[in-house]
Each structure stands twice: as structure tokens, then as C-alpha cells.
């Protein structure tokens, strides 16, 4: 009833200012939500999960599971504030509630967090029950932190199916965010390796999954941040990055490439889902 009085008045006040005023902005009316959905909107508004978007930019997501770390934490936070670098962190919900002040500090300097459940079971193997006692609680926890709720959640493991993500969306209003660059970093393969592989994999669009409670991985970072910074990456967060998808081109054509290509362009990224235990 509000919304469609509000509306009304909207459009009335819309015409009153389109006579009055030619090529103004356009009516307040098409801020608010759910009043009329936008003609055009986003791709990325219907889409539940994401592995990778396609961007047009050096836009690239890093996400650090698993913490947050009273030790390594800080220390990555350090690290990214050195390189303007945003990041997501999506927490364990008992270690959240034990650092709620690494999270304040963290949405402080401009990052996110997101869920990761409270205890890191496998999702997909559990109840419905089960898996809503997981979030619920872990989403207690951020917002006792830092006073909001959280929009994003990590499942552990990658672990959960179609139907949990409709629910999960439908019922805590989340996305489900996975990864496409994972160096499986808890696999502790050495700081050179974890480096490596993220310089390898990381493109336009990329989120990539590393993990907050491993020593070497913070040590991995200084060298792997000096490099993306190096090759023009960006790190936002997420939600940010979400917000910057753009529908994906049609995929090329079998045709070879163009003799020439400079080393350095990056490859258009078509994800594969992520096939290993990480997250
Ligand atoms: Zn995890």
C-alpha cells in the first residue's frame, strides 16, 4: 500500500519535474526496490553463486578463509593496507566470535566478511536443520562484531548443493561465493609455490580462495601482492566485484588466435567449477 502511494506520488512528482525541469535526473522512484525491477538489470542480480565474474577491468577478488587469526590476521591486514588492496573474509564463526575486534578492524579499512559457517562441517552431507543452526549462528556473530549481517557465504569445502543454495539464498538473503584460483595453499606446498600458482591462475574477474590461518600463506602474500600489483590487479571485494559483472561476451570461435599475442594480455577466463577441497 506505502509502496504503491509512494509510487504514485513518484510518477506525479516525475512529471511535475520532467515539465519543469527538462533532462533531470531520473525520480527517486527507481532508487527504492522492489517497487518495479529496473528494465535492464544486472545479469549478476539473478545469479546465486559465483566462481568468477567477467569484468572489464584489473578487478580481481581476494577471499581469506578459515580465520580470523589473532597472529596472521592483523598481519595480512597490514599487508593489504600497504597495497590499497581490498579483500573478503569469510569467517569461522566460533573464531569470529572470539576476534570480533580483527573484524571491526578489518570492515574498518574497507574489507568484507562473510560466512563460513560456525563449526566447518561439510554442508552438503548435513540437515537442513543442521546447516541453518551453522549460519545462523555465524551470522550472529558478524553482526554482533561489526553491526551488519552478512550477504555472502563460503560453504566449506565448496561442499553444497542446488537445492541448500536456493534455500540459503531464499531464507538468509545470501550469495554463495566459491573461487576459480585456489594455489591450495593448507596443503602448506611453500610460500614460492602458493605465489606461483596464484600469479598463474589470476585473471580479470578472479576470486581466489587462500586461507588466513597458515603462516606460510601470509609469508606467500608480500611476494604475491608486490606481483598482482605489478601486473595493473586491482583486489576488491566481492560484493564490489559483483557489482562491476558484465555479461559474458559469446565464447570465441574455434579459430586460432592471432599470431602475436603479447604474454601479458590476459586470457579470457570461461571458469571450470572448482574440482578440490578447498575453501
Ligand atoms: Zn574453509
Redesign the pocket.
Known amino acids: 500500500m506505502f509502496a504503491r502511494l509512494s509510487l504514485a506520488f513518484s510518477l506525479i512528482s516525475y512529471l511535475w519535474l520532467q515539465g519543469s525541469f527538462a533532462q533531470n535526473d531520473p525520480p527517486a522512484a527507481e532508487q527504492s526496490d522492489r517497487v518495479a525491477p529496473a528494465p535492464s538489470a544486472s545479469p549478476a542480480s539473478a545469479q546465486i553463486t559465483f566462481e568468477s565474474v567477467y569484468v572489464d577491468g584489473p578487478y580481481i577478488a581476494l577471499t581469506f ?2 580465520g580470523p587469526n589473532a597472529n596472521l590476521t592483523p598481519k595480512l591486514l597490514n599487508m593489504l593496507a600497504a597495497h590499497h588492496f581490498k579483500a573478503t573474509f ?1 569467517v ?1 564463526g566460533q573464531n569470529a566470535a572470539d576476534h570480533p575486534d580483527i573484524l571491526r578492524r578489518a570492515i574498518h579499512e574497507g574489507h568484507e566478511v562473510g560466512n ?2 560456525w563449526t ?1 562441517p561439510n554442508l552438503g552431507k548435513m540437515s537442513d536443520d543442521g546447516v541453518r543452526r551453522e549460519l545462523q549462528k555465524t551470522d550472529d556473530a558478524i553482526f554482533a562484531a561489526i553491526g551488519k549481517h552478512p550477504t555472502l557465504m ?1 560453504p ?2 565448496g561442499s553444497i548443493t542446488a537445492r541448500q543454495k536456493r534455500w540459503i539464498h531464499d531464507d538468509f538473503g545470501y550469495r554463495i561465493i566459491l573461487w576459480d584460483v585456489d594455489p591450495l595453499d ?1 596443503k602448506r606446498p611453500g610460500p614460492a609455490v602458493v605465489t606461483s600458482r596464484i600469479l598463474k591462475e589470476t585473471h580479470p574477474g578472479s576470486i581466489v580462495l587462500a ?1 588466513d590461518i597458515h603462516p606460510p600463506t601470509i609469508e606467500a602474500m608480500a611476494s604475491t601482492f608486490d606481483q598482482l600489483e605489478r601486473k595493473g590487479f586491482k583486489s576488491v571485494t566481492v560484493s564490489e566485484l559483483l557489482t562491476m559483472a558484465k555479461p559474458r561476451p559469446p565464447k570465441a570461435t574455434a579459430t586460432p588466435r592471432a599470431t602475436g599475442t603479447p604474454a601479458t594480455s590476459p586470457p579470457v577466463h570461461s571458469s571450470p567449477a572448482p574440482a578440490n577441497p ?2
Open positions: 578463509d578459515d569469510f569461522v563460513h559457517s566447518h563460503r566449506p569445502y593448507w586461507h578447498g575453501g
